[in-house]
């Protein structure tokens, strides 16, 4: 079992920059990917921004604001957002992958407002 816990989402100005992250729990064995996953009232959740193996890859609506990382040694995954804009309001997913199932974090709101 995996436990997945956001934190960092908040009220922002266009413009400015947060920072979420993602504590991991629990089994990490075989881990495929982890990463960000966005989702709007009305739409379907969306990636945002993946680690697969080494390699990144990020949703073009957010390459070059938006930068994932991986912290080895707190099982911590983060996404800095800089730039945001009215847009990227939304609630963020943190999402990790094994050969079994997915696992999907309790979200977190991300709100782009002046």
């Known amino acids: 079992q995996v436990q997945l816990v956001e934190s960092g989402g908040g009220l922002v100005q266009p413009g400015g920059s947060l920072r979420l992250s993602c504590a991991v729990s629990?089994?990490?064995?075989?881990?495929?990917?982890q990463g960000w996953y966005r989702q709007v009232p009305g739409k379907e959740r969306e990636p945002v921004a993946l680690?697969?193996?080494?390699?990144?890859s990020y949703a073009d609506s957010v390459k070059g604001r938006f930068t994932i990382s991986r912290d080895g040694t707190k099982n911590t995954v983060y996404l800095q957002m800089n730039s945001l804009k009215s847009e990227d309001t939304a609630v963020y997913y943190c999402?990790?992958?094994?050969?079994?199932?997915?696992?999907w974090g309790q979200g977190t709101q991300v709100t782009v407002s002046s």
């Open positions: 999402n990790l992958q094994n050969p079994w199932r997915t696992y």
């Open positions: 629990g089994n990490l064995v075989s881990i495929a990917a």
């Open positions: 680690i697969t193996g080494g390699s990144t």
